[in-house]
Each structure stands twice: as C-alpha cells, then as structure tokens.
C-alpha cells in the first residue's frame, strides 16, 4: 500500500499506521544525504553504519510521536545527528586532535601529510580535527548546503551559534589547509578584549 | 553587560584577529559593528587575506564529492529494520498469546488480547500498536493456533501473504471495540462483498471519502450481531490518527450503509 509518490509526511503515517514496507521507503529516500552526514561526522564508515542502523531503529520506534509541524527530513537529521555526537563523545579511546588557539607562532599542522593528498582527502582530514560540534555545524552548512536556519534546527541550537561555530571551524580549517600562509599574521590581538566583547555570540563552540 | 554596550564597541585595527574575522565572515557579528567593519577590512590587505582564505576554505568544503551509502550499509540497514518490525510482532504476539488460552476457532475474540496489549504495550507508540495490529493477523493464521503454545514471529510475512481471508471468519466487535484499531485489521485485505474495486470505490464515495481512498486494512466483521465490513482508513495529515468506517454489506453509490465511524488515535 505504499505509494511511490507519497510525501514523507505520507509515508510516516503510513508506517505509524502498520504499513511495514513505507519506513523502509522513507530510509531509501534520505539514505545517501544521511549517510554523508554521518560519514563526514564520524569519517569512519563502519561507525557511521553503526550510528545510521541506531538512528534508523531509534527514529522506527519514535515515529508514532513524530509531529506533522516539523519536517520529515530535519527531524530524520536531527536523529542522525544526535546518534553521531553521541558516539563520538562516547568514545575517548579516539579523541580528535585539538588544533592549538591560534596562538602566535603554533605551527600549521601535518603539511607534509597534505603534500600528497588529493584536496578531497585533506579536507576530510583537516575536518577531523575540529571538535564534534564545529564539525558537525561546518558539514551541514558548508558542505551538505543546508542553510544556517534548517542546521540550527537540525542541531537544536539557535541559528547565532550556528554562525559561530561554523566561524571557528573555518578559521581552523583555513589554517590546516594552508590556505592561511601566515597564520601568526592577525593573531596578536585574538585576546583583544574589545574584539571580544563586540561578538554578538561569544560561544565558539 | 548591555547590548548597547556591545554594539558600541566596533574593535580597533588592523590588525584583526582571524577569530574576529571568521566572525565577519560568517555573520556573527551584530550588523551594525559589521557595517562599520567592513570597510576598514577592505582597506587591510592582510584582513582580506584572511578574508580570501576563509572563502577558499568554504570553497573547498563545497566541492567535496558527494557521497552515496554502499549497498553493504544498505542492505545491512534494511535488514534491520525488517528485525525490528519482526522482533516487534513477536513482542506483541508474546504478549496476546501467554498466558490465557489461545483463542480457538474462527472467531477471534478481541478482549483477550486487548487486555494484554493494554497491560504490555506502555512503551508503544502508534508503532507498536499497529505492529500488534499485524502480529494479530500472524496469530490468526498461523497453524495450529488453536492449540496453546507460542506463536513465532515468520520472518518475512507480510500482511498481504498473511492477511485472514473469508475462511478465517468475520471478526466478532461490539461498538465499544472500536475505540482502538482491532488487532488483525492493518495490513489485512478481507474486503468480503466489497472485493470488487468500483464497489469499494462507490461505497467509499457514498460515505464521503475520496474514490481513490486505499484503506490501510480491510476485515469482515459482526459488529453487535450485523454483519459488515470494517475499513481502516489513514489520516495523511494526521500521524497516527485513522478512521475506522463499519459498513453493511449493501454499501454502494448513495446508499452508505454505515455501521460505525470511529476516528482513533490521536
């Protein structure tokens, strides 16, 4: 009973209803831009299966209380999303490298590594090395293409954060992939308390 | 702090900071300290060398190829999810089956299973409770359920191989059964005298709903001792809520013959 053309509000009534074949059609729909989202957010494919497999069973079981007001696709986000984040702090035993504060005169990092790489590589690399959150925010917005407004309801953030974070993760990313050639350059007045205050959003994070 | 007092302060340079910068960038700024920003960073080589690295970086982002989930990924998924609508029928089949009798014959009774459904279910959702709805129809035709013991979820039935049909007789409710979807009834397609399409369709229409309406589940019943078919019809506006439409075996163009019209669910 599932119809090809059902909208994804449709087909989660469909399935909150018994139909056992319109959870899968949704799954199918949204697999691949969920699936990116999840590689890019954990850069393991074997944990982003996991983490998609929990977030897929996780939202199975919630869809009898899924709301028509939002969107089928955030709210299918959010859940991913979620999944990963929660993986990633569950798992100290692989903590991302911190790249330094732009400090005066820490060095750009893993140069000779990027040397040989293609550009795609050494972005996904470099993407590794933000913290989770600025990661997340930065694949959403700038890679995946959803806008500022869909990310913070995605994430459940407001939307200022989403600017900032995103803000902090280029800044990091800039640097890591060299296109900063002197990152010391402009860094002796990052503690400049007006440069501070003047920040709507004083979260980096 | 105020907002005033933040507003007030556009920071000194150049030099700026990369973070203060990303921050111009990325439009964190409040739009009047930016609007006083940005030309003075124009005028700063080293702040539009900032800036330029930035759209690179975002640039770079951008053009990462798009990625598409490996069928392995995919089917490992699916599987999955076809355990979870098996592991919830068995759950709920569990449930209606131990450790009362098995319902014997023909004639399902609802109370039983209801019952335990109510007393087990607490963490279902429409979901769930749809699921049980499926794992009725399992119950009902699997073989020899007549005798006590413990229905096993089938892996792979579907309700349209295991839907009761005419031999497994009409389900027996009384008007106060329908506060609920009735266990077997989803997924079920026992449209008894309204097997026909063009008869469904007129019936429907003769009861106010669309030609085209595809009910979710079909079952032959005696509601309070008339006989009738009960249709269950899906809400698409509305997750989670259906109607359920009892309709007499005379239902046809202008002559609705309705039984019963419940709206359940929320």
Known sequence: MTAAASSDGALIAAHAAGDPHAFTELVRRHRDRLWAVALRTLRDPEEAADALQEAFISAFRAAGSFRAESQVTTWLHRIVVNACLDRIRRRQARPTVPLPEAGPGEPAVTRDAMADRETSLAVQSALAELPAEQRSAIVLVDVEGYSVAETAKILGIAEGTVKSRCARGRGKLAKVLGHLRNPDAGDNVSHDAGARQARRHGEGR | ?266
């Open chain 2, 1 to 266: 702090m105020t907002g005033n007092e933040r507003r007030s302060r556009t920071p000194d340079g150049p030099p700026w900071s990369v973070d203060l910068l990303a921050d111009l960038h990325a439009g964190v700024l409040d739009v009047d300290v930016a609007a006083e920003l940005r030309p003075r960073v124009e005028r700063d080589p080293e702040a539009r060398a900032v800036l330029a690295a930035l759209d690179a970086t975002t640039a770079d982002l951008a053009a990462l190829p798009p990625v598409t989930m490996p069928p392995e990924v995919s089917a490992r998924i699916e599987a999955a999810i076809q355990q979870e609508v098996r592991a919830a029928m068995a759950n709920v089949g569990l449930q209606v089956s131990a450790p009362g009798p098995a319902p014997r014959g023909n004639v399902v009774s609802l109370d039983h299973a209801r019952r335990r459904r109510r007393k087990q279910l607490g963490w279902g959702g429409g979901v769930l409770a749809a699921a049980a709805a499926v794992f009725g129809i399992v119950v009902m035709t699997l073989p020899g359920n007549t005798t006590a013991g413990t229905p096993q979820a089938q892996p792979g039935v579907t309700p349209s191989s295991s839907a009761p049909g005419p031999g497994d007789g009409p389900l027996t409710l009384k008007d106060s059964d329908l506060a609920t979807v009735p266990p077997g009834v989803t997924g079920a397609s026992d449209l008894g005298p309204l097997s026909d399409k063009a008869k469904l369709s007129a019936c429907l229409q003769a009861n106010g709903y669309p030609a085209t309406t595809v009910p979710l589940g079909a079952r032959q019943v005696t509601l309070d001792g008339k006989q009738g078919v009960l249709l269950i019809l899906g809400d698409p506006a509305m997750v989670g809520r259906q109607r359920l439409l009892v309709v007499g075996p005379n239902c046809s163009a202008g002559n609705p013959d309705k039984l019963a019209e419940k709206t359940v669910g929320r």
